[in-house]
């Protein structure tokens, strides 16, 4: 158990809706990551939260966003949801983000399945 | 930019086979290397890491060794076990700018036949 929390499990829904995906970092983490992995573009990192503010964007989407809250969880808003949009979401959480050194540690993920 | 290449997969081996899974790496900076587990249905754990050149990472019997000569990081176990089936990652945490993302290869599977 690596101490990061994510709901729900799995997430079934249609094209055109829009989910919102939660993450608990570890205790005392202040960064919070959120990775996507699909079949065809393997494990991508999306977006990076630091202590509440963005700290660094990757490969997300217009239609996706995050934020973190003032108690650290974390959220992922995807909308207009399409068909390539099913994959797993992981979060991630390390101390500070800042730091090569650091090891980020992982939930179990939330499988989203659009129809 | 930073990218990670992994060994094609699926490996199959037999119980007590000796694994090496290949990974090498191209970064601007230096680096830190991972190696994440993901077994069936699961998300993904830390297995080892290494975070400067010649650092050895162990964990569980598996090893590996931060080659900046050859730019590489190659997973290796002397023998394995059934338990040991799962997908396994090579990554990398280069900070730039403001993130220490992690970059992932594209994953290896391991099948460990009795």
């Known amino acids: 158990d690596s101490g990061v929390t994510q709901t729900p499990k799995h997430l079934i829904t249609a094209t055109g809706q829009r989910v919102t995906l939660r993450c608990s970092p570890r205790?005392?983490?202040?960064?919070v990551y959120w990775y996507q992995q699909s079949l065809d573009q393997g494990l991508q990192f999306l977006i990076q939260?630091?202590?509440?503010?963005?700290?660094a964007k990757g490969n997300i989407l217009e239609r996706f966003s995050a934020q973190q809250f003032p108690d650290l969880h974390s959220e992922l808003n995807l909308s207009s949801l399409e068909l390539g949009d099913s994959a797993l979401y992981f979060c991630a959480s390390s101390a500070r983000g800042d730091g090569v050194r650091e090891t980020q540690y992982f939930g179990p993920g939330t499988r989203l399945l659009v129809l | 930019g930073d990218s990670v290449t992994q060994m094609e997969g699926p490996v199959t081996l037999s119980e007590e086979a000796f694994l090496t899974i290949n990974c090498t790496y191209t970064a601007t900076g230096y680096p830190s290397l991972f190696w994440y587990v993901q077994y069936p249905g699961e998300g993904l754990q830390l297995l080892l890491k290494a975070t400067k050149a010649d650092d050895k990472g162990s964990n569980k019997g598996f090893e590996a060794t931060y080659r900046k000569e050859t730019t590489s990081f190659h997973l290796e176990k002397g023998s394995v076990q059934v338990s040991d089936s799962a997908v396994y990652f090579c990554?990398?945490?280069?900070?730039?700018?403001?993130?220490?993302?992690?970059?992932f290869g594209t994953g290896t599977l391991l099948a460990v036949q009795p």
């Open positions: 990554a990398l945490s280069d900070y730039g700018g403001a993130t220490n993302k992690l970059i």
């Open positions: 939260y630091y202590n509440g503010e963005e700290r």
């Open positions: 205790s005392g983490d202040l960064s």
